[in-house]
């Protein structure tokens, strides 16, 4: 009897000790062949998968990562990556990432690379090519032929958006600033993280725009649809959304975009999480697009719990953990915010963070 008990308090044991699922491969670039330096520090700040990791746990490994990254970078604050990019070129004429990607550090190593993490996907999503150029029109850029520069995650059903118990493991691909790729990789897997622990906590990242001067998918597509938020007003706090089913011509209408020349895009130094651009008829500011002048913005979770798209309090908090200069702390135009986009500070403005 006794040997009896004690095999089943060692059964118990045993099965709450039994880790999750197997994690998945933490961040990668796909030119460590040519970047050893890079790829070598990636590895060195992995993030920990312990079977009963606390949310304290979590963070802490993340703050202690991120010194160590930076450590291994020589960094103190994130705009010296800017004025270390910029230093690489004359200056003379227009800012580019399709130059400064080509180019290579003083150790050898591209300031350009393809950065492939891990992410949340919802049920039924699609894959979408994305390409980049030097263009003055995304529409040129999705007429090619373009560069390929990554790849998107396309949900067409808010119902599928917010189902956050049927989401699976995948990955994202896109460039960036080879010196920033390691600090990047820790605040994506991090995100990724907290979902992995807590379903609750699962954000989709469907689209992450990092280093391009335009940027679109291909309009060889046809005509699709899909669901977004439209609100009473375009500037109040209110959160009485309704959900709209938005018509577009091809996915480049929905995804595209053109960085300015001083962006810290065209430095591969700025990360846009779920940029979409839902400026359709009928839809009034439609979230989660980018530039958003409505006091709701503010109300990060819950602007999350009616799309899951949109970027809760704690993942700003994580950003501001790594330096990263954050929405609400700088205006696009006017008092208009460009809520889905951190980056590393500019000369001008300084930067959050240490």
């Known amino acids: 009897m006794l040997l009896l008990l004690a095999f089943t308090v060692d059964a118990i044991t045993l099965e709450a000790m039994e880790p999750g699922p197997k994690p998945p491969s933490p961040p990668r670039i796909l030119e460590a062949a040519h970047a050893p330096r890079t790829a070598r520090i990636m590895r060195q700040v992995a993030l920990a ?33 800017r004025y270390q990019t910029l230093n690489l070129r004359s200056l003379v004429g227009e800012v580019s990432w399709e130059d400064l990607h ?27 090519k994305t390409y ?41 691909q896109f460039e960036i600033n080879s010196k920033f790729a390691p ?21 989709p990242l469907l689209v992450v725009r990092g280093g391009e001067d ?17 609100f009473p007003d375009h500037d109040g706090a209110s959160l009485a959304a309704t959900v709209s ?15 300015a020349p001083g962006s810290n895009h065209r430095l591969g130094l700025a990360l846009d999480l779920n940029d979409f651009n839902y400026h359709v008829p009928g839809v009034v500011d439609g979230t989660p697009n980018a ?3 409505s006091a709701r913005q503010y109300n990060r979770d ?27 702390e700088w205006n696009y135009e006017g008092y208009q915010t460009d809520w889905e986009h951190v980056d590393v500070g500019t000369s001008k403005t300084g930067v959050s963070g240490q």
């Open 132 to 172: 980049c150029g030097f263009e003055k029109k995304w529409q040129t850029v999705a007429a090619g032929p373009a560069r390929p520069c990554g790849y998107i995650w396309h949900v067409a059903r808010m119902a599928a958006i917010n189902d956050k118990a049927h989401y699976r493991a995948d990955r994202l």
């Open 49 to 81: 998968y312990d079977p009963q990791m606390t949310p304290a746990a979590r963070d802490q490994d993340l703050l202690t990562k991120v010194r160590r990254c930076k450590s291994l970078l020589g960094l103190g604050r994130l705009v010296e990556l």
């Open 245 to 259: 089913l938005c018509h577009f011509q091809n996915l480049a209408a929905m995804y595209h975009g053109r960085h």
């Open 291 to 293: 530039i958003s002048p």
């Open 302 to 328: 819950a602007m999350h719990k009616l799309d899951a798209r949109n970027m809760p309090s704690w993942v700003y908090r994580a950003a501001k953990w790594l330096g990263c200069r954050l929405p609400m």
């Open 214 to 230: 335009t940027f679109a998918a291909h309009n060889g597509s046809g005509p699709v649809t899909a669901e977004c938020l439209s």
């Open 183 to 203: 600090l990047v990789g820790l605040l994506l897997e991090y995100i990724f993280r907290e979902g992995y622990y807590d379903v609750s906590r699962r954000v």
């Open 102 to 128: 080509r180019r290579r550090w003083p150790d050898g190593e591209p300031v350009g690379v393809t950065l492939s993490v891990p992410v949340w996907v919802p049920a039924g999503a699609q894959k979408i």
